[in-house]
């Protein structure tokens, strides 16, 4: 078997890996299940190298991604279910689909018409999708407005995409102000729990969840992606202690034996820095 240019190749290698008798014990011991995890961590990479600028990286990362696609597309035709021409099928009518003002006879040369006609045909989508989930017995008829927002997201993208979905139908506050008044309530109600002096760590934890839940809410409304705000403080985070670590090394000592003073001072001067 010889490396190619061919994403039939990459087909072919899959198959082979999961081929009874003669592929590979791990893979052929793997399902939809224990795959999962693994794809939602090759996402992340690709997008890490992509933060980082990392092309070259960039390229390897993708094509570990493309790799899961081919997994669980190899998976399901086990199965019976598809198989990876379904997939590309799939994913090619539907950007047809999507973009009748690129190869249909809609027009949509502003930004804001374009997301009406995607909103509209992701509309018409779903009540297709759910029809046919009907047809095959894969739903009960009901069809919940939040159903269609995965619950596999990392929490504070979920509760973002949550809160987009009811704002649609208006379920939702016209001022930022009112959020940040709903944050201030949601941390007083946390300090409340916190001051208790039997306290309870479900309640506790309810309580964060509500303020964390609040917070993405402001940052919708302040249209800032919350993941990203959060990422950008995360960088910030790693460059200052970076500086306490660099200090450590400077002075021969390590963060163990630094006191908190110490470190108090370096971060100092690595955040004005």
């Known amino acids: 078997m010889t490396p190619s240019r061919d994403i039939a190749r990459l087909i072919e290698i ?12 791990w893979d052929l011991e793997q399902s939809f299940e ?32 493309l790799l899961q696609v081919v997994y669980h597309a190899r998976m399901a035709e086990e199965d019976a279910h598809f198989d990876f021409g379904d997939v590309v099928e799939a994913i090619t009518k539907k950007m ?16 804001e018409l374009v997301k009406g006609i995607w909103e509209r045909i992701k509309a018409e989508e779903r009540a ?17 407005f939040l159903d269609d927002v995965p619950s596999a997201f990392p929490a504070l993208q979920e509760a973002d995409k949550l809160q987009r979905r009811a704002s649609k139908v208006g379920f939702d506050w016209n001022d930022a102000r009112l959020v940040l008044a709903k944050i201030r309530e949601e941390t007083q109600e946390l300090e409340q729990e916190l001051s208790d002096g039997a306290a309870n760590k479900d309640r506790i934890e309810d309580e964060l969840g509500d303020t964390l839940f609040a917070l993405a809410n402001l940052a919708r409304h302040l249209d800032i992606d919350p993941e990203e705000a959060l990422r950008r403080t995360n960088r910030k985070f790693r460059t200052r202690f970076a500086a306490i670590e660099d ?27």
């Open 14 to 25: 899959m198959a082979a890996l999961r081929t009874p008798e003669t592929g590979c014990p």
């Open 34 to 65: 224990t795959i999962a995890p693994y794809t939602l961590e090759e996402a992340y990479e690709v997008a890490d190298a992509i933060y980082k600028k990392d092309y070259v990286n960039l390229r390897e990362e993708l094509g570990d991604l």
């Open 96 to 111: 047809i689909r999507r973009h009748p003002h690129v190869f249909g006879d809609e027009t949509g040369e502003k930004p």
């Open 128 to 144: 297709e999708k759910q029809a046919e989930r009907l047809s095959l017995g894969l739903s009960n008829g009901k069809h919940r």
């Open 247 to 273: 200090a450590a090394q400077e002075r021969q000592t390590t963060l163990n034996d630094m006191s908190l003073d110490d470190m108090e001072a370096l971060w100092q001067a690595a955040k004005h820095k």
